[in-house]
T-cell receptor, first 113, second 111 residues
Framework: SQTIHQWPATLVQPVGSPLSLECTVEGTSNPNLYWYRQAAGRGLQLLFYSVGIGQISSEVPQNLSASRPQDRQFILSSKKLLLSDSGFYLC????????????FGAGSRLTVL | KQEVTQIPAALSVPEGENLVLNCSFTDSAIYNLQWFRQDPGKGLTSLLLIQSSQREQTSGRLNASLDKSSGRSTLYIAASQPGDSATYLCAVRDSSYKLIFGSGTRLLVRP
């Protein structure tokens, strides 16, 4: 079965600082990978998804970017954080066919001060 | 554009009650529907996955149904326990394979 690892679990950063959240996948080759953001009391918003190395699709214009340097590695980044970037970030993955169970990591809570 | 709605937003029940959580979606062209559980400050745990060709799935005390033509799914929890307290989210996989989430139902089961 597939396992998603995310780190760091919590992060407090000042406005204008850079960001790097990392996600790795265990147990599956060539997974689809996703970054979601969850604002307090709200549903999940899809930020980026990737179907393979170097292939990134962005769902919403924003201050963030994503990269997939290896098959099982997915990174969420920012050059300069905004207050509005605070939230709970979740990495998820599923098998390449797409019609399968989506597995989530434990999440990374980002607070921008 | 696919939209997913969950009702109620919050629910409080005494232990032992059977309960139903509702999920509706606007576009019936889906591949599957998935129910998740989220504990406070944690990631999501998949509970049940129903493919578009299926009507229901069961796992222990949980039963999820799908009526694709009417754009509805229900999650039935039998004999609720305090450990069932969590937020329950449904999500549909749309024609582009992306998962679209509802905003969840926050469940509290009182001892």
């Amino acid at each position: 079965s597939q396992t998603i690892h995310q780190w760091p679990a919590t992060l407090v950063q000042p406005v204008g600082s850079p960001l790097s959240l990392e996600c790795t996948v265990e147990g599956t080759s060539n997974p689809n990978l996703y970054w979601y953001r969850q604002a307090a009391g709200r549903g999940l918003q899809l930020l980026f998804y990737s179907v393979g190395i170097g292939q990134i699709s962005s769902e919403v214009p924003q201050n963030l970017s994503a990269s997939r340097p290896q098959d099982r590695q997915f990174i969420l980044s920012s050059k300069k954080l905004l207050l509005s970037d605070s939230g709970f970030y979740l990495c998820a993955g599923d098998r390449a066919s797409g019609a399968n169970v989506l597995t989530f990591g434990a999440g990374s809570r980002l607070t921008v001060l | 554009k696919q939209e997913v709605t969950q009702i109620p937003a919050a629910l409080s029940v005494p232990e032992g009650e059977n309960l139903v959580l509702n999920c509706s979606f606007t576009d019936s062209a889906i591949y599957n529907l998935q129910w998740f559980r989220q504990d406070p400050g944690k990631g999501l745990t998949s509970l049940l996955l129903i493919q578009s060709s299926q009507r229901e799935q069961t796992s222990g005390r949980l039963n999820a149904s799908l009526d694709k033509s009417s754009g509805r799914s229900t999650l039935y929890i039998a004999a609720s326990q305090p450990g069932d307290s969590a937020t329950y989210l449904c999500a549909v996989r749309d024609s582009s394979y992306k998962l679209i989430f509802g905003s969840g139902t926050r469940l509290l089961v009182r001892p």
